[in-house]
């Protein structure tokens, strides 16, 4: 009768440790939520993503590939606050992957995507128009070339409406600029109307 009850005591344990470790593994494995899964700044602005899991304690640690921006490094806390600069004149982006540990568990990654709009406050002459139509309308519009010379202030501004004109044409259209090469991107022409709205100033 004893051995029978000493079995049945060991049996009954065994059910309980084992129940009580399937519970526990799964309350080790955690779940991390990103908040903003998703966000849109300016360039040479920080990000803003908190990092929270269902359970307390959580660390993290991420992983990021970055686009068309620099500043974003891989890391690991609580929280992604990160300075992040267009290294062009269009948007780019870095996307995070974040990986949580709870109780020496790690459980699934989460990924946040930043995009980062260049933010350009006034747009001028000499530090974005001239470098655009310089490399844009080489060698036609430029000293030596056979047309108005883009690459001098005065007349790129009493032609700029010409320009916009014929640069947003379609390619192959009569009047196209630049001739032979490609249609100048949606960002670029962007640029040149946003030179129109802040003024033509120079400098």
């Excluded at 399937?22 to 966000?39: C, F, N, R």
Aim: glycine share 8%; net charge positive; charged share 10%.
């Amino acid at each position: 009768m004893k051995t029978r009850l000493l079995a049945l005591f060991i049996f009954s344990s065994f059910l309980f440790l084992s129940s009580c470790t399937k519970d526990d593994e799964t309350a080790v494995s955690p779940v991390a939520t990103a908040t903003p899964a998703t966000q849109t700044i300016t360039s040479g602005t920080a990000t803003s993503i908190a990092l929270t899991s269902t359970i307390s304690g959580t660390t993290y640690s991420w992983t990021v590939v970055q686009s068309g921006v620099s500043g974003a490094t891989p890391g690991s806390g609580t929280s992604i606050a990160q300075t992040l600069t267009v290294t062009n004149t269009v948007a780019g982006t870095a996307t995070y992957l974040i990986t949580p540990m709870a109780n020496g568990k790690s459980g699934s990654s989460v990924s946040v995507t930043i995009t980062v709009n260049p933010g350009i406050a006034i747009v001028t002459y000499t530090s974005n128009i001239k470098p655009l139509l310089v490399n844009s309308c080489t060698p036609c519009h430029v000293a030596g070339g056979s047309n108005p010379k883009w690459d001098n202030y005065a007349t790129a501004k009493s032609n700029i409406n010409g320009i916009l004109d014929r640069v947003q044409r379609e390619s192959g259209a009569a009047g196209f600029m630049p001739v032979g090469g490609p249609k100048l991107s949606a960002a670029n022409i962007a640029l040149l109307k946003k030179w129109v709205t802040d003024g033509l100033l120079e400098n």
